[in-house]
């Protein structure tokens, strides 16, 4: 059974590596490094161990059901001793191939796929100790948030890096101070059985930081040394590809579920996972292929959710989820546009009757502006 649970613990790491893949567009990363790191990311686990050993264990600190000791510990005896360890694995990247972080989301890249691999081992325990029923919840919410929390010491590095607003070194330190708070909540949450609906609370949680987590990979993008027009991200691709890989893991679950309980056990499982990890797995897949690409553009990091629940009535904006949600983000899926950007195109009118341009017409897409709500246009000139 523990080869089962390696190999659907590295087919979901994939799920994401893949992801990174499709949105680095602009200068992709050797696929190598990638898994050198990775696999670095996984043994960074063998940290924890000895970290445990000499900070928290000859003091006798642990989970005491006591709001404010529990609180600390999950931030300091749990989420910055997993941080560091998998902070280790990109230290070394920057320290002996900083060659290889020519943009932004080179950092988000690599200290992602640190994480992933770090996530990866954790799920290989996790399932082995407590069974198949975990899979769905933990492919979802650990491994993004494993991600989500290293990506807030990243995006410090890549401030001090890249936006000369930021050069205080001690501003890595408050990135790492973040990145472990944010962790511990989500633990704190999760592990205080004096909280009332505690996992509702982490579900909440965790669409909070899909939100930061869009901005800042939309952030790394938009800066990029090598950021042209001409390329865009393929909405649609990303978000039906993360659909679809999901959907493999959750038959996955089912399967193993019903070889272990029986099929009554299975169907009820299924059934669970499509109710609520299926609806995030849909919000992570709509808005974490959502960028409005912006040469140039910091966007400020807001404390919101990923979506809107009333109040927006702008549908080709926004775009929506089959739940009636709408998603923020661009919905329109600009790699159709983009690879024509600053060449000549035929424009061929919708109505021969109603049109100002008489028929088809040669045209140059010359420049792309950003109006209201970052709604892009493209300056189109007609040949005569």
């Known amino acids: 059974m523990i080869a089962f649970y390696i190999l659907i613990a590295l087919f979901?790491?994939?799920?994401?590596?893949?992801?990174?893949?499709?949105?680095?567009?602009?200068?992709?990363?050797?696929?190598?490094?990638?898994?050198?790191?990775?696999?670095?990311?996984?043994?960074?686990?063998?940290?924890v161990g000895p970290a445990n050993e000499i900070f928290i264990e000859p003091f006798g600190w642990g989970m005491k059901?006591?709001?404010?000791?529990?609180?600390?510990?999950?931030?300091?005896g749990i989420g910055m001793i997993e941080e560091v360890a998998k902070i280790v694995p990109f230290l070394i990247v920057h320290r002996f191939l900083r060659s290889h972080l020519r943009e932004p989301i080179d950092y988000m890249v690599f200290i992602a796929i640190s994480a992933l691999?770090?996530?990866?081992?954790?799920?290989?325990?996790?399932?082995?100790?407590?069974?198949s029923h975990l899979i769905d919840t933990r492919s979802?919410?650990?491994?993004?948030?494993?991600?989500?929390?290293?990506?807030?010491?990243?995006?410090?590095?890549i401030l001090l890096t890249f936006n000369e607003r930021y050069k205080n070194?001690?501003?890595?330190?408050?990135?790492?101070?973040?990145a472990s708070l944010a962790h511990g909540l989500y633990d704190f949450f999760l592990m205080v059985e004096s909280i009332p609906f505690g996992y509702l609370i982490t579900i909440v949680y965790f669409f909070f930081c899909i939100q930061i987590f869009a901005t800042i990979l939309n952030n790394a993008l938009n800066n990029s040394s090598y950021f042209t027009y001409k390329k865009a991200i393929?909405?649609?691709?990303?978000?039906?590809?993360?659909?679809?890989y999901y959907g493999i893991v959750f038959l996955a679950q089912f399967v193993l579920i019903t070889a272990d309980y029986g099929l009554g056990q299975g169907l009820v499982s299924l059934l669970k996972t499509i109710f609520m990890p299926g609806i995030i797995v849909a919000v992570c897949a709509a808005r974490l292929s959502r960028f409005r690409l912006i040469a140039g553009r910091w966007n400020p990091i807001k404390i919101e959710l990923p979506f809107y629940l009333f109040g927006k009535s702008d549908r080709l904006q926004e775009g929506i989820t089959p739940f009636n949600?709408?998603?923020?983000?661009?919905?329109?899926?600009e790699i159709y546009l983009a690879k024509h950007f600053q060449e000549n195109v035929l424009i061929v009118p919708v109505s021969t009757r109603n049109t100002t341009i008489g028929g088809a017409r040669w045209a140059y897409l010359e420049k792309k502006i950003h109006l209201k709500n970052d709604e892009a246009y493209y300056i189109t000139r007609l040949y005569h």
């Not at 393929?234 to 679809?244: P, V, Y």
Request: charge should be neutral.
């Open 12 to 47: 979901i790491a994939w799920i994401w590596v893949d992801y990174y893949r499709l949105i680095d567009i602009f200068d992709k990363n050797h696929l190598g490094y990638v898994v050198a790191v990775f696999i670095m990311g996984a043994l960074s686990t063998l940290l």
């Open 169 to 178: 070194p001690f501003f890595l330190l408050l990135t790492l101070l973040l």
């Open 117 to 131: 691999g770090f996530s990866a081992m954790e799920n290989v325990m996790y399932f082995t100790s407590y069974g």
């Open 140 to 157: 979802i919410l650990c491994s993004v948030g494993h991600m989500f929390f290293t990506s807030i010491f990243a995006y410090g590095f």
């Open 65 to 76: 059901q006591e709001f404010w000791n529990d609180l600390l510990f999950c931030t300091f």
């Open 234 to 244: 393929d909405i649609d691709r990303i978000a039906k590809r993360i659909l679809m």
């Open 325 to 333: 949600l709408r998603i923020k983000g661009a919905s329109f899926n």
